[in-house]
């Protein structure tokens, strides 16, 4: 069984920054790959970033490219979200997950079956 922690969620002004942690711990989880969902109030959750265990390939949405990052510290077994640019459709409640196949992540059908969600980080970015 693994464990995700997130945190650095926060209050921020649009056109600010924040850095999302995901620390992973328990079994295997440093072969998984790790990946960020997000989910607004009244909406469904919506995939943000992935990245492979080993960090070689990294994935995102189509509305962050340019202004969100995701890396990974594979010896901290901890993924990071940078944010930056922020804008208040931006606010949500972001979640970790982590898998052993990437395919989950980067295809839509197979998201529901990922296999491992931290409880979430609320990131709200005022106008």
């Known amino acids: 069984q693994a464990q995700l922690a997130e945190s650095g969620g926060g209050l921020v002004q649009a056109g600010g920054s924040l850095r999302l942690s995901c620390i992973g711990s328990?079994?295997?989880?440093?072969?998984?790959?790790m990946g960020w969902f997000r989910q607004a109030t009244g909406k469904e959750r919506e995939f943000v970033a992935a990245i492979t265990w080993n960090a070689d390939r990294t994935f995102y949405e189509d509305f962050v490219k340019g202004r969100f990052t995701i890396s990974r510290d594979i010896a901290k077994n901890t993924v990071y979200l940078q944010m930056n640019n922020l804008k208040p459709e931006d606010t949500a409640v972001y979640y970790c997950a982590a898998d052993p196949f990437r395919e989950r992540f980067v295809t839509p059908q197979a998201r529901g079956a990922l296999e491992y969600w931290g409880k979430g980080t609320l990131v709200t970015v005022s106008s």
């Open positions: 328990g079994h295997a989880v440093s072969t998984y790959a």
